[in-house]
């Protein structure tokens, strides 16, 4: 059986894009420092690359990347970082995310030299315990109201009223695909309930969540004739914030319970689970949910008259609350907030019925959020386009792939370049999005499909309108996108060095080193140090921050070293088997280059991955200009060449300067 030497879990609440580019990313870091690992994925279409016991058991840590439920109990005495899908995007961030789980204790507690921000994420706060708990909910919901959704939308193809059978345009399929889809739009706030309990009071917690959300949806029933309580009366329902306070309540009153019938001997276990547990917690949830029903329905009568409130302020403060939200993170949370919010409003345009004020806003506040979810990626496919020579290769393909994503509506295609620059590719995301809201309310059109992009357009109201704003908006925001694109190619072309001038004496060689004279530059024989003694990390730096100034790379050996230290404490640069690559970037270094210092003995105190000292550290020296192109070459060839186990063996076990500098710059070409 393999063994890894990390496991992880990856989960968002879609399961369409956030959950397989943690996977990459963290599979991409782990690759980078000579890790194996195995990434269980939670997508919608199920557990995908399973993880076993036995791999969970041989693992050394474990990396939880989700915002639902992953069953994280499996792992529990491992060592585990445990964050938002969100935190593991890309390869650094993923890679941080590695080096905090192989230097976390079992209990979950961080080893001293991690930094405070990192504590608090190890133990995983409050909030996003919530957020996961909801996330696993709304995960399971949106499955409903995008298949119930979309089969009410297309009853509409043979007529407005084509589903009631006293109408002229009465089609019989077309009833059919109305009654199933509404009867899947009607689930969507028991299974939301259910499923936010789940996550928490896991299977036990079904049941209670299933009847909170069924009473979330019909209320407190009374008579009305006799103004009592009445199981044949009608009640008002109280919506998907009832289907989220019922799934809360049934999840945490099950952990209640589980303490509560602690006590009972082990061989009742049985009958706690399939009598006690659901006989008391059902009778619990119940009594509790038909007991706060008026205060709630009151709560969401505010909060749908609170929206309707913002459209009668003018499409442009609506179009710009729904724009901002659906662009800020991408598919995370607050794009998420917004998106149930349109499918809450649309579940109560469908049941008003065509042609109420409640259908007309409802549908018009869908396709604004539609459009806002759809207009990221196609800025991106029209940036890379349009300004191709500003885009390296892989971001080039990305943008193509993103036509689709974004034709289709989903937004989590756009996230590799925000997070590459999140200022200011993330304000202008935000103002394409607002522009399609925007001009999506102004132009009236109604979309009765919670989900589907372009798929769905035979059913949206105006439907070419609708098309037409999102492509402005797509164009807008693409060519401000190309416009930073190019400022900052141009910016980092200015910044790039010119490679060294050779000896007079000698053009026609010159000439013919020329193409090597940049890479063999960056370690200079007077900069590699074989034989020193350090007693600590700190020490090393210092030596190599002052052989800097002496070198002339640098000009301030205190600025140096502070920088050397932030960059440790953002997570150790200690790899394996001896060897550190510690990185400055700052505005004190003039030039970039690389020092090398060795100690045979080795250098205690610097966290590594296998928990060995370092015996050589591969120093790199960024101007603060370079940092995102000079550094991030410099740094993949440095930790690509620690993957080659003749090159460790040559800089290691060498004492001659001249040699190692060769060996080193030969992979920096």
Known sequence: MAKFDIIAATGCPTGIAHTFMAKEALEK???????????ETHGQVGVENELTKGEIAGAKAVVVAADKDVQAERFAGKPMVSVGVSKALSVEAAGKLIDRALRATGDDSVAAAADVEDEVEEKESVGHIIYKHLMNGVSHMLVFVVAGGVLTALS???????????????????????????????????????YIAESIGKRPALVPGFVAGMIAIQGLPVNAETGMIDAGGAGVGFGFLGGIVGGFLAGYVILLLEKVFAGLPKNLDGLKAIFLYPLFSTAIVGLVMLGISGPMAAINTAMMDFLKGL??????????????????????????????????????????????DTYNFGTNFMAAVSAACIVPPLITTFAVVVGKKYFSQEDHDAGIVNLILGCTHITE???????????????????????ASILTIMFNVHDPAPHGGFLVLPVVENGPLWVLAILISAVVGGILFVA???????KNQKAAPAAPAKPVEAPKAAAVEAPKAEAA??????????????????????FVSNQAVKAGVASDADAVMNAFLARESEGTTGMMEGFAIPHAKSDAINEAAVIVVKDESGVTGWDT??????????ALLIPGAQAGTTHLKILSKVA???????????????TDAAEIAKTINARLV
């Open 640 to 654: 690509e060449a620690l993957m080659d186990e003749d090159f460790r063996a040559t800089v290691k076990g060498s």
């Open 156 to 194: 509409f193809l043979w007529g407005i009223t084509s589903f009631d059978s006293t109408a002229s345009d009465y089609n019989t399929f077309a009833a059919m695909l109305k009654i199933i889809g509404g009867i899947a739009m009607n689930l969507m706030v028991p299974v939301l309930s259910a």
């Open 413 to 435: 295609g756009a996230i590799p370049f925000m997070t590459k620059n999140i200022w200011p590719v993330m304000p202008i995301m935000m103002l394409g999005s607002s522009i």
């Open 484 to 490: 930073f694109k190019k400022y900052d190619f141009e």
């Open 311 to 356: 459209s009668a302020s003018g499409a442009i403060v609506l179009g710009l609350a729904i724009g901002c939200m659906c662009a800020v993170d991408m598919g995370g949370p607050v794009n998420k907030a917004a998106y149930v919010t349109g499918t809450a409003m649309l579940t109560e345009a469908l049941a008003a019925g065509v042609g109420t």
């Open 29 to 39: 870091a782990a690759a980078e420092r000579g890790l194996t690992i195995k990434v």
């Open 521 to 542: 530059d960056f370690v200079k024989v007077e900069n590699v140090f074989v034989a020193e003694d350090f007693a600590s990390r700190d020490e090393a730096l210092s």
């Open 609 to 618: 991955m296998d928990g060995a000292p370092v015996n050589v550290a591969i």
